[in-house]
């Protein structure tokens, strides 16, 4: 009879084992981060169909769930995976393709890069990006007498690190017909002893890159793929693409049919008339992927280029307040068009008249609207009187601009405007979120730069001793949520992403040391071990 009882029992044992439901993935022995609203923090989930489906203790995951594999983590620190909030990933894909100008220290150094550049690869045509002048000893704009000698008749384009100028040599300004006369609106063309030096400033670039040879789809394939390499690298899964044209929208597109793309992007699709209407009339779309549910819009240009509109002159140029790139009317028009639709309006604006334009023409086009999500990315120089305008409205910011910005930016706007410069802090109080991202390849991609920018403000020398305006520091449990949930509620996407939730996507990344204990000094070198997008490894 015992020897019965004994069969039974392990028959039912048996039984109740296959019962046991089935998971993709258990993650086991893990010092995880979990990013909810509680903030707390776990030693291991469950993984099934790419989507977390249950948060415990090890052995209770275990017991309750077979699963094809078993990651034992190793103690190693989890977070979900980060998300940027601000970027330009094909742009990514061209700099990791073409001559690195970022850290150049001369002109000198720019030319030899060039040079050496183009004697490996004999193009007919170069491109490349990422010089800043404030970074040299003369800080003035270059010229390029030294390109025209050089490259006679190879047009190249250096554009500088922000995007909003470029130098062009001569063969190049041929292209677009560019001379010593030439005008644009919302452009600006710099001289020197009344000639052209061959820097071009905001949409005064457009004249030759219009004419600019395209790329061709199987180069610009690479350059996308090359780009989700280099982001899974550092730990994101999604990335905000600010300012999207068309046929780059339809290669990304083909890209995700064929399974080639991966990164989970969220598209602001260029704010120009035709986009506004295509898209108003087909309306949001969304996929695993790709989600295309806001314009982009700029108002103004960049603060190291002078392009930055500014309610007073600069304060080391008198003879200029900076450049409204695209007309308040039309603005206004396009908010009002889009204030009626479910899609976000995201509008560019550095200087502290472009944000006081915008915050004004947003609180009109919202009023009695709920919800909308209407985003200012980089807002770096507001109006003390301003601030209180973001109660609902998303500040997008980027804090390597301040610890990249901060050697010069009292120089351009002076002592007084810079206390509501790079005011991080301020923003977060105002609206309560803010989403954080790098606006790479402006700045380098790693979002752990952004993460130590943020809280130390200082460089990696850890200049200056006290940090740069450390009253608008950002706590470490600020800024992580600002790369990971609060970022994903500025798309819409805080039910699905952004923190490790059941019913959410199983995106997370496995450091080699914990951001949140460690020196603040050392948070730059992190290193990402493994990243898993939908809980499969992609890094």
């Not at 209180?388 to 390597?400: A, R, W």
Request: charged share 25%; proline share 3%.
């Amino acid at each position: 009879m015992k020897k019965l009882l004994v069969i039974v029992l392990l028959g039912t044992v048996l039984t109740c084992q296959k019962e046991k439901p089935q998971v993709d993935t258990i993650v086991i022995n893990a010092h995880i981060y979990t990013v909810n609203d509680k903030f707390e923090k776990a030693e291991a989930f469950a993984i099934k169909d790419g989507k977390f489906v249950d948060i415990a203790a090890a052995n209770i995951l275990q017991s309750k769930y077979a699963a094809d594999t078993i990651i034992n983590a190793e103690g190693k620190t989890i977070f979900p995976g980060f998300i940027d909030a601000h970027a330009h990933f094909e742009g990514l894909g061209n700099n990791l393709l073409s001559v690195d100008l970022m850290g150049t220290t001369s002109f000198d150094d720019v030319l030899k890069r060039v040079i050496r550049f183009q004697n490996e690869k004999q193009l007919p045509f170069v491109y490349a990006r990422g010089w800043d002048q404030n970074d040299w000893e003369d800080q003035s704009y270059p010229d390029n007498a030294l390109l025209n000698q050089l490259f006679p008749d190879t047009p190249i384009a250096l554009g500088r690190i922000d995007g909003h100028a470029t130098l062009f040599n001569q063969a190049a300004l041929d292209l677009g017909k560019v001379t010593n006369t030439s005008s644009v609106a919302g452009g600006a063309f710099i001289k020197k002893e009344g000639k052209l030096t061959g820097v071009l400033v905001d949409k005064a670039q457009n004249l030759v890159y219009n004419n600019w040879p395209t790329a061709s789809v199987a180069q610009r394939v690479e350059a996308l793929l090359a780009a989700q390499k280099e982001c899974f690298k550092y730990g994101l899964t999604t990335v905000v693409d600010a300012g999207v044209h068309a046929d780059a929208i339809a290669i990304m597109d083909s890209l995700y049919q064929t399974n080639q793309l991966k990164i989970r992007l969220y598209v602001m699709a260029s704010g120009t008339e035709q986009q506004i209407d295509y898209y108003l009339n087909k309306g949001v779309v969304k996929t695993d992927g790709l989600h295309i549910r806001s314009f982009k819009i700029s108002a103004d240009g960049a603060l190291g280029s002078r392009g930055a509109l500014l309610r007073e002159p600069y304060s080391d140029a008198k003879h200029t307040y900076g450049l409204p790139v695209t007309s308040l009317d039309y603005l206004e028009n396009a908010a009002k068009r889009i204030a009626n639709s479910n899609f976000q309006l995201n509008t560019h604006a550095i200087g502290d008249s472009a944000n006081h334009a915008v915050l004004n023409i947003y609180q009109k086009v919202l009023e009695g609207k709920k919800d909308k999500r209407w985003r200012i990315e980089h807002a770096q120089i507001v109006s003390a009187a301003d601030f209180e305008k973001f109660n609902n409205i998303i500040p997008s910011v980027q804090p390597t601009h301040a610890t990249s910005d901060m050697y010069w930016a009292e120089d351009r706007i002076g002592a007084e405007r810079l206390k509501g410069a790079y005011a991080y802090k301020k923003l977060l109080e105002s609206y309560g979120k803010l989403a954080l991202g790098t606006d790479f390849p402006v700045e380098k991609v790693n979002p752990f730069l952004t993460f130590y920018a943020a809280v130390a403000r200082q460089d990696l020398d850890a200049f200056p001793a006290d940090g740069f305006q450390k009253e608008n520091a950002l706590s470490r449990e600020e800024a992580l949520r600002g790369m990971t949930i609060w970022a994903a509620y500025a798309n819409f996407e805080e039910a699905e992403k952004g923190s490790i939730e059941v019913g959410k996507w199983a995106d997370f990344i496995i450091l080699d040391q914990d951001i949140m204990t460690a020196n603040i000094k050392q948070v730059p070198y992190t290193k990402v071990l493994q990243t898993y997008l939908g809980g499969v490894r992609v890094h």
